[in-house]
Each structure stands twice: as C-alpha cells, then as structure tokens.
C-alpha cells in the first residue's frame, strides 16, 4: 500500500502510519463480522430465547394391554370334609394322606354290626307286610261277606239247638231225671253258641261297612311303613360306609382305626386340586373393567413359570368390610405344584388394544385441572399439546387422542419447559440428546 521509505528520517514516521492502519482494519473487520453474523440471524441479541436441552422418543403403534393385579389365596377347585352322619368307632380306614380318589370310593368304615342286624329285622317286616298286601289285593270282598252271612245263619241254628237242649235238660233236671253235670254242659254248650253268633254277626257288619278300597289303602299303608323301615336301616347301614363325593386328593385324616370320630368333626377331607382358584379382592372402579372369561396368569412365590387361567366370578356385591370386590380366577394346575392356602400375585387383561398410539408415562404433563398435555418437539421448538389417555401398561400410555404416530414428544426436560413463562418459552430452543446423553 505504501512503499517504504528509504531515508532514515522517514523511517519512524512510516513505521507509526502503518501501525495505525492495521489496527483500523482490525477494527472494521470485527465491525463487519458483527453486522454479518446478525444479518445472518435476522435476530439481534435480545430477539434470542434460552436453549433447553432434552431427550424426545417418537409416538409409536404397537400393542397395549389393560392389566389389573392383585394378591390372592388359592383355594382348590372342590373340596370335601366328610362328616359322618353315624357316631361309631372307624373299623377300617382304607386310604391315607396324598392319595388319589375317585368320586363314590370307599374310603373308611365304621362299626356297625347292630345297623346290620337293624337291616335284616326291617327287611322281614317289610316282606310280611308286602304278603299282607298281595293277599288283600287279591282277595274278593263279596266272596267273604256271602261267606260271613253262611257262619250267621249256621251260628243262629246252632244257637236255636243248644238252647232247647239247654231248656230239655233244665226240666228233667228239675224233674230230677238229669244229673247237674249234665245240665252244666247244656249250658256251656248255650255259651259258646252265642258267642259263636256274636263274632259272626261282627264280623259280616265290619264286612258290610267297610268297603275293597279301606282294605287296600290299610294294606297299603302297612306296606309302606315297613318299607319305610326298611330303608331307614339301610341308609343307617350304608351311613357307616364312608365314600368320596368328588375326585380328588386326601388332604387330611386326622384319625386310626378304632377311634371315635368327634361330634361334626371331619373325618376325611378330599379336594380336587387339578384346578385352583385365585380368589382376590379389588377396587370397584377396576373390577368394572372386568369380564368372565378375561385372560389372566398367576405367579406364586418359589414356583417356577406362570399358570394360565380365566375369571370366572366377578362378584355383583361389594364386601361390606373392606368395599371391595372378589374375584375369582381359576387355572389349571399343572403338576399340582400350586399349593391350596398360598398367596399368589394374579394379573388380568381386562382389555387389549392391538394397533394403539403410546408414549412413556413420564412425557404426560397433568395441570391442576386434571387435564393432560405432552411436549411435542417441532424440529427445534416445543409446542405443548393436550392429549387424551386410554389403558395405561407399565411406563406406556396409550395416547386416544391429540398425537400422531412418527411425533417427537418430549421425555426429561418437558417439566422445566412447562414451568417458563409464555414469552420465553416461545423463544426457548431446543437441543435434543438421546437418552444416553450424546447428541
């Protein structure tokens, strides 16, 4: 630009202006730069907003589930604590603890040799009974009133000739012709024809007032009183025999032959422990959700694997003690390896969503109002949305309304961005890292 001089008296003077002329240069070279910068951000400094840093996941379609949980006991399937109806000692005991059974198995018997005895009594009276019947069936009632009528009037003649013998021999007695021995058996025989008259005539009335229909309903009525009997000392007998009412396993036999069952107490308890049933209580607002036959599985302490079952009571009435609902869910078990009286943790899907928006339940934002909003990243600027929910699934929520799939919404950080004031947080900028906190 200046060409330096050659005379030692310029020297200084050259060297002072070209020194000055650098630091003009500079100067109006950072002045430049300024105005390039801002005229390239269209923004000055005070137009600028605050850059917030924040993780985002993308709105994605999958699968949810609407799971209740709860703790529960088993119970089995069927249970049978055999009482017996008779109080006698056990004669014999033919099952112990752990067996399997089938319904109508005999599993004990008692002493009952005076049941026995009671029986054969019976059945003999009965049979007596069941002859005594037949025979009035088939006996003919005008048969034995013509029959009756013939002893009446053979027992009216018999009676008029005993009493002229008795007449004759009452004059030659006094007569003295006759001994009084004789006299005597005149009379006797006068008795016994009167008396032979007399049951005859009783007889042919009861015949005649009577009709065939009062005989039969009497034979009949004896016939089913000993039939009646009868049974009743069968059913005694067959009370000493202790059978099975279900299938299942002998859980319990507290007693050794020749012992004395107590009053009420068991005997013998079967269950059938092919099956359980998870029995739970639940609020009502999540038993509302709740249908027969929703899929459920049970997961007990120190079992390995899940058992797969089914609701199957959804009770209709609160438990007054706790206002709460039972539930119960029945599973298979396999192996019989789910113990009756332990506690277990039942989850049941009460609804499945195949094709469902979600996001983490850590993006929601709830306002004082209840109502619910994401932070939803727009390239580099947040934009708060309000959003309806659904089923809720672990850390998932099932977005219903507000989002769609492929949108970013904000994870951590969408708190702080919630809390600036509205005209910073238009200005706010976002710098978006992974979860690992790389960019």
């Not at 001994?179 to 007889?203: I, S």
């Not at 079967?270 to 009502?284: E, L, N, R, Y």
């Not at 609701?311 to 009756?340: C, F, H, M, Y």
Request: charged fraction near 20%; include cysteine.
């Amino acid at each position: 630009m200046y060409e330096r001089p050659d005379h030692a008296e310029c020297k200084d003077e050259w060297m002072s202006r070209k020194t000055l002329i650098d630091v003009s240069v500079q100067a109006l070279a950072a002045v430049s730069l300024v105005a390039w910068l801002c005229s390239c951000s269209g923004k000055t400094a005070e137009d600028t907003g605050p850059t917030v840093t924040v993780q985002t996941v993308r709105v994605q379609r999958a699968e949810i589930q609407q799971k209740i949980a709860a703790d529960a006991v088993l119970f089995p399937l069927q249970q049978a604590s055999i009482v017996p109806k008779v109080s006698a000692p056990v004669s014999k005991f033919y099952v112990d603890r752990g067996e399997h059974v089938r319904a109508g198995q005999l599993l004990a018997v008692l002493e009952n040799k005076d049941l026995a005895a009671a029986v054969a009594e019976n059945k003999g009276a009965y049979e007596e009974a069941q002859a005594n019947y037949e025979s009035a069936t088939a006996s003919a009632l005008p048969a034995q009133i013509q029959k009756a009528e013939v002893d009446v009037k053979n027992a009216k003649a018999a009676l008029r000739a005993a009493q002229q013998l008795y007449d004759s021999s009452k004059k030659l007695y006094e007569q003295g012709a006759l001994a009084k021995m004789q006299l005597n058996q005149a009379e006797v025989g006068l008795t016994q024809a009167q008396t032979q008259l007399q049951t005859g005539e009783q007889q042919l009335q009861k015949l005649q007032s009577v009709g065939k229909k009062a005989q039969l309903q009497a034979a009949q009525g004896q016939l089913a009183a000993a039939k009646g009997r009868y049974q009743n000392a069968e059913a005694q007998l067959a009370y000493s025999e202790i059978r099975s009412p279900i299938s299942g396993v002998v859980t319990d036999r507290p007693l050794y032959p020749g012992e004395m069952p107590a009053t009420g107490a068991p005997l013998i308890t079967v269950m059938d422990i092919s099956q359980v049933i998870a029995k739970a209580h639940i609020s009502q607002q999540e038993a509302g959700s709740l249908r027969v036959g929703d899929p459920a599985t049970l997961v007990a302490p120190g079992v390995e694997g899940d058992f797969t079952g089914r609701v199957t009571v959804v009770s209709p009435a609160l438990d007054p003690n706790s206002t709460t609902v039972e539930i119960w869910v029945q599973a298979a078990n396999r192996g019989g390896r789910l113990k009756p009286g332990t506690s277990v943790r039942v989850t049941m899907i009460a609804a499945t969503v195949k094709d469902a928006l979600l996001v983490p339940a850590i993006a929601l934002l709830t306002a004082q109002d209840a109502s619910i909003s994401v932070m939803v990243a727009n390239g580099d600027k947040p934009e708060q949305r309000s959003v309806r929910t659904g089923i809720r699934d672990g850390g998932n929520v099932q977005i219903t309304e507000g989002l769609k799939a492929g949108e970013q919404v904000v994870t951590a950080g969408a708190y702080e961005l919630s809390q600036e004031d509205p005209d910073v947080f238009k200005k706010t900028k976002l710098q978006i890292v992974s979860p690992g906190g790389s960019e």
